[in-house]
């Protein structure tokens, strides 16, 4: 008897464990407009430096260094239907009364035909191809580097994001609010991760 309640016991959890990779694999693929799954992954390469490498020093302050221009940054596997592009860099090593880390750089509807941005990506509200930068944590919009107080490391996280449409958001948008935005649009992720320390 005991042997027949263990064996189902185990055909029990055998079953529920497939259920949960099966709706995992369903998720990944992602539901109407993007939304109630999991967003299908982005291959993300960000010149200077590899994921979960050391960010070059030309990119952040090191050195008085206050105008760092942003890296190329290049992406691949965005699913068809993709009409847009985010891309958000953060410092995830500090947290900020409001809750949220430190935002570095978030510009979004870049066309969703492109494959990545450029080095040095002008710091302007908005661009010629239409895609629009919101303020980073020093109020300006664009690309600001890496620059933790000695002598501490922190982690800085690009993320990009294919979206299924375009926001059609002003520059003055806050970072809670482009999120906002996006949740239900999101039709695949990619994240990469550099350091950096002064």
């Known amino acids: 008897m005991r042997n027949a309640k263990q064996i189902a016991a185990l055909a029990l959890a055998l079953a529920v464990g497939m259920g949960i990779v099966s709706a995992q694999d369903k998720g990944g693929k992602g539901g ?26 030309k990119l952040g ?3 008085g260094n206050q105008n760092a221009g942003s890296p190329a940054i290049s992406w691949s596997g965005a699913p068809a239907g993709t009409m ?16 949220e880390d430190v935002l570095h750089w978030a510009i979004f509807d870049i ?13 302007t509200a908005t661009l010629p191809d ?5 303020n980073n944590i020093a109020g300006m919009p664009g690309y600001m580097g890496p620059c933790p107080p000695p002598p501490t490391t ?20 806050s970072r809670a609010d ?21």
Do not use: W
């Open 32 to 57: 109407k407009k993007g939304g109630g799954g999991i967003p299908a992954p982005l291959s993300l390469t960000v010149t200077g430096y590899a994921d979960g490498a050391t960010i070059p020093a």
């Open 111 to 123: 066309p969703g035909t492109v494959t990545g941005l450029p080095e040095n990506v002008a710091k």
């Open 61 to 63: 302050c090191s050195g």
């Open 154 to 173: 922190h982690h800085y996280i690009f993320e990009v994001y294919a979206l299924d449409q375009k926001l059609g958001l002003p520059a003055s948008t």
């Open 130 to 134: 239409g895609s629009v930068q919101i």
């Open 84 to 99: 847009a592009f985010a891309v958000i860099l953060h410092d995830t090593d500090v947290a900020l009364p409001t809750g």
């Open 178 to 198: 482009l999120l906002n935005a996006m949740k239900g649009h999101i039709r695949a992720k990619g994240t990469y991760v550099g350091t950096y320390k002064q």
